[in-house]
């Protein structure tokens, strides 16, 4: 089964560059698990919700508004497509994820087939 | 009308519908977990196992009962699945399905139900109690489908058990079967890692469906009673499943040992009886005994766990044999090996009751008085009706009935607000 993985942080966490992940032990570990096993079919990093822009439309007016869509203590950072067998392989591998180890979470959605 | 509530209004008018009736205690559940694993669909296994126990009232009735009812109703459903799987069949696909099913298909398939090997039968029950808890599921479905598949109550009668309008325990496990389906919760028995953490999850269901029941001992209600036995007949079951692991075994003590003492908790009037006052010979000897023996056996394997020392402090009240000859050290002992593993407020409190007992009423309300400080239990009616008790045993009436007060604010079960009421008017004698 394919599933997304939403990596969640906490709205006041450490804010991580790519750079930083490549060198940080915690995700290192990880995604050399995640890419021995193949698990995972693509995913991105994904900017600050700061630099998120909210549309909407209204009639015919677009309505934008700076940031996430919801205000909430934690904003998606990134997100991962796994491919795995079912339900337990994808907790298993989101309990590994170091957002979900870290004060942050793991979201995990069956991708609609 | 579902096969399910025919047998149920049915049984004891002759023979035959006993037979259906002890049937489905004992078999609904296998069969509708060998059918889920055969065609994957929840809504079908039980559609068909409904069917097929409808179908056993006729053809019993004529042919007689057969021999193993069990293996008669697992074949019967499963031709049913196979009917109904053709006349759904659309395409190659589907027709191919159906092929499968009448074949028996792949590794793990169905057994020949005119052999008499049940392996695959065991093995359904526990992968079909497994997912049914699994912990994706939020708990209050993880018990209704627990109910609905394994123990064949019906959703009205699940409703009714849960104090919720039949539309939404209805909406409940249709949720929770959808969530099985796409979420990809596995239909199995979990590999080896994860099956302590599991099972302790199952026991856990299993508890909380038993003290569901055990919280409504006002006799009046007797479908939330029944969980008590539902709950006990579940944990028989994943005993005989699981026998060579001691915290199952742990758990079935602790049911037997509670349900023995069911009968006295109330009254013939309704009202709550202490533990101290119960009538010590209405008591269940059997349960008791078989209790006491289970728990010797699952002690003897060396690997004691929450489930073991909650039967052992349920073993010390049952096996005592007047209130007096209680032996609350030993009580206290367990309780704090309890709170080593179990590190919780309600544990804590418990102890504090057993030490106030074992040690003195001053020593159980310093414990109380530390536990107050944590801030934990705050909306507990237990918490100042215990410190309540503590004080009436030292004399400390004035305190005592104020606690009263306070657990009164709290309470939510009418017949502990009229004991908790009783004890305030005996504290302010006058």
């Known amino acids: ?113 | 009308m579902s096969g399910a509530e025919e047998v149920e209004k049915d049984r004891g008018a002759d023979g035959v519908e006993e037979a259906v009736g002890a049937a489905f205690r004992e078999e609904w559940g296998q069969v509708v977990a060998t059918l889920i694993r055969v065609t994957g669909d929840w809504d079908l296994a039980e559609e068909c196992a409904q069917d097929a126990f409808a179908q056993a009232l006729d053809r019993w009735r004529r042919d007689g009962v057969p021999r193993r009812p069990g293996a008669w109703l697992t074949t019967t459903a499963r031709n049913r699945a196979m009917d109904v799987t053709r006349r759904r069949a659309v395409g190659a696909a589907k027709l191919r399905e159906a092929a499968m099913l009448a074949r028996d298909g792949g590794p793990g398939g169905p057994r020949d139900p005119d052999s008499d090997d049940d392996s695959g039968v065991t093995d359904d029950r526990l992968r079909l109690i497994f997912t049914c808890c699994h912990p994706a599921l939020p708990v209050e479905a993880r018990v209704a489908l627990t109910l609905r598949t394994l123990a064949g109550l019906t959703t009205p009668e699940i409703a009714h058990a849960f104090l919720v309008p039949e539309a939404t325990m209805a909406q409940r496990l249709v949720r929770a079967k959808r969530k099985i389906r796409h979420a990809g919760i596995p239909y199995r028995v979990p590999p080896a890692h994860l099956l302590p953490e599991r099972t302790t999850g199952v026991l856990g269901v299993l508890y909380l469906l038993f003290n569901e029941g055990y919280a409504a001992s006002s006799g009046a209600d007797l479908i939330r009673t029944d969980l008590c036995a539902e709950a006990v007949r579940l944990a028989r079951v994943l005993a005989r499943l699981m026998p060579d692991e001691p915290e199952v075994l742990g758990l079935l003590a602790l049911l037997l040992l509670h349900d023995a003492r069911r009968g006295t908790r109330v009254d013939a009037a309704g009202e709550l009886v202490t533990l101290e006052d119960q009538d010590r010979t209405a008591w269940d000897r059997a349960e008791i005994d078989e209790g006491a023996t289970l728990l010797e056996t699952a002690l003897r394997r060396g690997r004691p766990g929450p489930y073991q020392i909650q039967a052992a402090v349920a073993a010390c009240h049952t096996t005592a044999a007047t209130a007096q000859d209680t032996d609350w050290a030993d009580i206290a002992g367990l309780y704090a090996e309890l709170e080593r593993r179990v590190p919780s407020a309600v544990v804590r409190l418990n102890r504090a009751v057993a030490v106030g007992m074992a040690e003195s009423p001053e020593a159980g309300l310093a414990l109380v008085a530390d536990l107050e400080e944590s801030g934990e239990l705050a909306d507990y009616h237990l918490l100042p009706a215990t410190r309540a008790d503590l004080l009436r045993r030292t004399g400390r009436l004035e305190e005592a009935a104020e606690s009263y007060g306070q657990a009164l604010e709290l309470v939510e079960n009418d017949a502990e607000r009229r004991f908790l009421y009783r004890r305030l008017a005996e504290c302010r004698p006058g």
């Open chain 1, 1 to 113: 089964m394919k599933y997304v993985m939403f990596i969640c942080t906490p709205v006041d966490g450490e804010e991580l560059s790519p750079e930083e992940i490549a060198d940080d032990p915690r995700f290192t570990s990880y995604i050399d698990h995640v890419r021995a096993g193949g698990m995972v079919k693509g995913g991105a990093r994904l900017r600050p919700a700061a630099d998120a822009t909210t549309v909407r439309v209204q009639g015919d007016e677009v309505l934008l508004s700076d940031g996430p869509f919801a205000e909430s203590k934690e904003y998606i950072a990134g997100f991962d497509i796994i491919e795995v067998a079912d339900l337990d392989e994808a907790i298993a591998l989101a309990s590994r994820h170091p957002a979900a180890l870290g004060g942050g979470s793991v979201e995990v959605r069956p991708i609609w087939e």
